[in-house]
């Protein structure tokens, strides 16, 4: 297993690598990205046609770019999609014109605040094109008369969903979404991206598992809703859920709630993150993708890690969001904390105490001291907690919970016990 | 809309009106203030005889008094009925006698720490008759003989209750009971009976409620077991209610749940009055009509709203609670609180989000902004907020604090996602 | 009755009686101690067959002691076990040879840290041998031959019960349990043997109860798993139980909640040790015989009461717990607690009003003040408060913690309400 540099640097690459890329919520740069995991896990993809209806919303039509700039009345290049992708509106509609400064002010987009930073805009679900600048470059303008180019297409086509299925031995699955369609945005969401890629190739990797794992990577918003809408039928069986976005940031982790507040992936999620000093936050409906998975027709076990959330950091959604924004070391955290959760979900199990009166004698199973008149270690403590509580209706988390030990220690009390038949797995393994 | 500064000055005429009367819980005194109610509400009268059997109770007989006094040897008038309505002990049996101070200085009534003030004492539910006069003025009388009178008449009559029932679209109502058997008190409780009246007739003015009100006048405790009595068949209708008294001392709120402790009445309250500064209490089986209402039997919905509770200011049930003890501008206040409990009470539904599974559109519906990229602003956020909670079990008052956005943006909310049809009121359309 | 002083001495008195018994899991010692109990309180005693099994355990073989001691090369005795019960380690098999000091070492026991002290050591479940001895003791002997010597029996005989059950009027019980198997240690547990018996010795003298209270003395841990093997047939009634252990040091009281931890035991035992100053601990399946009674299969409402916990504190588990670490002041204030405690559960009855609709009118009954006007005493208000609450779901436990008011006066008030007819119990009488 590589170590923590190592697997920084790895991940740290395939942010990089992805970064260029020109994405969208749908079309050739969606499509790009996900070849880029498909080559790190097995992806099956799918192409939902533009006007589908999915819910109340309706796949939208494709969206690509070629080309998109300003030139002024001496024909020098202003703007220039090139230099970045964020210097165009996503989405926007196709536009070949000359216009003066005042007319063309109002499609140009700044930060007023931040003078060199170039905001990131998007115009999904309404017909209209623009451009994003410095709020420096825009003072610089002088009046005068501009040619406008976006060499754009916005027509029929499809929306692309990836998903990598790791099949456990038990019908239940935990999902794990992530949103890939900012364009060249580091920590939103490029980071989550090589966070859940790594994450899939490396649970591949780890053979049998009881919980299968089912990876979804596509737009934000549209992406989960499409997905929802043809995948009706797993919903039933999605015992746990993550949505994973913005983990390369310098901040500490922040796990936000389902809306149910109190489902084992939230009792997991926060095991894990308030021990490596996280914040945990209640619901709230607004965000990301936690937000289909979590409204009130679904309601599903579904919550967020992110280290900071969206909209507390000033370079949330503009230019400064870049290489220099996420770190190797914070990416290769993020892997682990995620790693720990995934590790809590498939341990944290009911179990029914097979000697339920009584306690069962552990010395004769090897489990004991067997010298009295001293007290018991912790493994010792341990054990007496899992029998205690083991009535098939608390899970493992509890007894952590309950009995003040470590999670770890709590999960090898319960493997051992197993192995002396004195714990068995309740009927439905544990809650959701 | 009368300004606030009227409001209270017409709200402290009400009182100074009602102050000479001489009330009791039956009889002249009690009918001649229901009646000035009714030159302000439709009130409907209802006469119970004395005798009838209400529960464990009986109607008592009806009492009225013309003239009562004490002269000493001289024939000089020592103490005289005429000068102040405290100064009979409420209910006194008729008596003319002759008698030594010594014999008389049981029937005599004074506050010993309060050399000035008249205490006001009852004696309903037992054959008896008192004075009550200052400890200056007991101090003050001479040894010798002395000349009583009680002119009053104790028999047959019946009990008055005043109603005012103002229907609703639904079947739901509000019940506000206000006791109005205290004779000269201006806090406890003209304040509360000027308050409901202008209640009442402000809510007549304005037009169709969801909730029906209905405002009930009478005696403390006699008469709400009486109107509980006769009204059995209506409280399965009552979904929320409040006691209100003492409403015009220069006190801060303080809200007194119900038996239950959490109702919507509770939490409508709570809302309303917490933003207010004021104090929330835990429900106690002491105090005024609740105790009649959230009797094990009942257990209704019915908390109770005061400024300064019975029992807890010095001028409690003393002469000292005269037109100086009661403000304009606490009544003005306190009228608004009370119709801002029942704003809250009338809007504060479960809705059903007609669009359940995942987020509805917004944008074309006209709720949304449309470029993408920036944050929502607060009313998107209660519109998200509402979709997100409205599942039928949820009451706009938990968004409200489950989101901490005001009620009224949450309810400004809701009725938008009404208006395009995103949004039904659940069946049972408001918790009790 | 005893005073206080005079009730301590008695109490120190059996403790100093029983302290040179030589104590175990079965034999002699223990059934010379049962005799010793049943001198004081009707005992039936119950005989175990070895190799009975109980559960998942078996009635061990039973011991006997007569004889064991160390002998260095010159014939001197350098540990004998007539000088203390504690030299040899409990259940040690017969053994008689010479040998090094390095092979009888691993033999010896001490405790490193504390020179003049003795430890306590058993091996009841596994065949093998052993002396307790000071560090001093240890580090003093020179090399050389020892001559070694225990002259004990272990074979098939019986584990003794004893049971003191003094009847109630119902059939639900109070379960007292005294683990009675240690020997020479005063705190643990001569303290609660002694603080047992005479509170089952002073029930037995105070007439008819509602409970009854059935006292258990026996061995820890095997004690109570066969005292449940031969009783499952009770449990069904065994309403409450306390475990009783360490009563006599001059630690304050520990009370340790059941395993569900709101039981009506737990509630009682909290009232009163929480007004003792004493603190409150939540269940965990290390300690006594708790763990029996609270394994998932019975799940009883049986807490513990302590002072210093097992294990707090140094003297525990050695020869330092002697006649000077218990005291006769903390024997007699311990068996107030305890009174205490079965006082509350005694009457911690669920009532119902049977005047629910509205108050019943208290005067005419003698149960309140007559004249209006004035505040009620804090006995009228515990009349309203329990006949406000008692809608047959709420103890009077829980009405004495809504109303603030001592669970005494609460009592009494239910008591005057049961002689006016406005109170009857409920059908199930309390709470488990």
Same mark, same amino acid.
């Given at each position: 297993?590589?170590?923590?540099?190592?697997?920084?640097?790895?991940?740290?690459?395939?942010?990089?690598?992805?970064?260029?890329?020109?994405?969208?919520?749908?079309?050739?740069?969606?499509?790009?990205?996900?070849?880029?995991?498909?080559?790190?896990?097995?992806?099956?993809?799918?192409? +939902?046609?533009?006007?589908?209806?999915?819910?109340?919303?309706?796949?939208?039509?494709?969206?690509?770019?070629?080309?998109?700039?300003?030139?002024?009345?001496?024909?020098?290049?202003?703007?220039?999609?090139?230099?970045?992708?964020?210097?165009?509106?996503?989405?926007?509609?196709? +536009?070949?014109?000359?216009?003066?400064?005042? /007319?063309?002010?109002?499609?140009?987009?700044?930060?007023?605040?931040?003078?060199?930073?170039?905001?990131?805009?998007?115009?999904?679900?309404?017909?209209?094109?623009?451009?994003?600048?410095?709020?420096?470059?825009?003072?610089?303008?002088? /009046?005068?008369?501009?040619?406008?180019?976006?060499?754009?297409?916005?027509?029929?086509?499809?929306?692309?969903?990836?998903?990598?299925?790791?099949?456990?031995?038990?019908?239940?699955?935990?999902?794990?979404?992530?949103?890939?369609?900012? *364009?060249?945005?580091?920590?939103?969401?490029?980071?989550?991206?090589?966070?859940?890629?790594?994450?899939?190739?490396?649970?591949?990797?780890?053979?049998?598992?009881?919980?299968?794992?089912?990876?979804?990577?596509? *737009?934000?918003?549209?992406?989960?809703?499409?997905?929802?809408?043809?995948?009706?039928?797993?919903?039933?069986?999605?015992?746990?859920?993550?949505?994973?976005?913005?983990?390369?940031?310098?901040?500490?982790?922040?796990?936000?709630?389902?809306?149910?507040?109190?489902?084992?992936?939230?009792?997991?999620?926060?095991?894990?993150?308030?021990?490596?000093?996280?914040?945990?936050?209640?619901?709230?409906?607004?965000?990301?993708?936690?937000?289909?998975?979590?409204?009130?027709?679904?309601?599903?076990?579904?919550?967020?890690?992110?280290?900071?959330?969206?909209?507390?950091?000033?370079?949330?959604?503009?230019?400064?969001?870049?290489?220099?924004?996420?770190?190797?070391?914070?990416?290769?955290?993020?892997?682990?904390?995620?790693?720990?959760?995934? /590790?809590?979900?498939?341990?944290?199990?009911?179990?029914?105490?097979?000697?339920?009166?009584?306690?069962?004698?552990?010395?004769?199973?090897?489990?004991?001291?067997?010298?009295?008149?001293?007290?018991?270690?912790?493994?010792?403590?341990?054990?007496?907690?899992?029998?205690?509580?083991?009535?098939?209706?608390?899970?493992?988390?509890?007894?952590?919970?309950?009995?003040?030990?470590?999670?770890?220690?709590?999960?090898?009390?319960?493997?051992?016990?197993?192995? +002396?038949?004195?714990?068995?797995?309740?009927?439905?393994?544990?809650?959701?």
């Amino acid at each position: 297993m590589m170590d923590a540099n190592a697997l920084g640097e790895s991940l740290y690459g395939f942010v990089r690598e992805l970064y260029p890329i020109c994405r969208s919520i749908t079309g050739p740069g969606l499509r790009e990205t996900l070849a880029a995991i498909g080559r790190h896990v097995p992806l099956a993809l799918c192409e +939902v046609p533009s006007g589908t209806r999915v819910f109340d919303w309706e796949v939208p039509n494709e969206w690509s770019i070629r080309e998109a700039w300003i030139r002024d009345g001496s024909g020098r290049t202003v703007v220039d999609f090139r230099d970045h992708n964020l210097r165009v509106v996503n989405y926007s509609t196709p +536009v070949r014109a000359r216009m003066s400064l005042a /007319d063309l002010k109002p499609h140009l987009h700044t930060i007023p605040e931040r003078l060199d930073w170039i905001p990131y805009r998007t115009s999904y679900y309404r017909d209209s094109w623009g451009f994003c600048l410095t709020q420096r470059e825009l003072d610089a303008l002088p /009046d005068g008369s501009y040619e406008v180019c976006i060499d754009s297409t916005l027509g029929p086509g499809s929306l692309t969903l990836g998903e990598c299925h790791l099949p456990g031995q038990s019908r239940d699955e935990v999902l794990i979404y992530t949103h890939a369609c900012h *364009p060249s945005l580091c920590n939103d969401n490029l980071s989550a991206l090589a966070v859940a890629t790594w994450l899939a190739a490396r649970l591949a990797g780890r053979g049998d598992k009881r919980l299968g794992h089912r990876f979804v990577f596509g *737009p934000a918003t549209i992406g989960s809703i499409t997905w929802l809408a043809h995948n009706e039928d797993r919903v039933a069986n999605l015992r746990h859920g993550l949505v994973l976005a913005s983990l390369g940031d310098a901040g500490g982790f922040t796990y936000k709630r389902s809306r149910r507040g109190d489902t084992a992936t939230d009792r997991a999620a926060e095991y894990v993150i308030a021990r490596r000093g996280g914040r945990i936050e209640d619901f709230s409906p607004y965000g990301y993708d936690e937000r289909q998975f979590c409204s009130p027709g679904f309601d599903l076990a579904v919550g967020r890690l992110t280290r900071t959330p969206n909209g507390r950091y000033p370079e949330y959604h503009t230019s400064a969001d870049d290489l220099s924004f996420v770190s190797p070391r914070a990416l290769a955290e993020s892997l682990a904390a995620c790693e720990e959760i995934l /590790d809590v979900l498939e341990e944290n199990v009911c179990y029914v105490n097979q000697n339920p009166k009584c306690e069962p004698r552990l010395g004769p199973r090897g489990l004991f001291r067997t010298t009295g008149g001293t007290s018991p270690g912790e493994f010792e403590h341990a054990l007496l907690w899992v029998l205690n509580q083991s009535d098939g209706t608390r899970d493992l988390l509890s007894i952590a919970a309950r009995s003040g030990l470590d999670f770890s220690l709590i999960a090898r009390a319960a493997r051992a016990l197993v192995d +002396v038949d004195l714990l068995r797995p309740a009927p439905a393994l544990g809650p959701r």
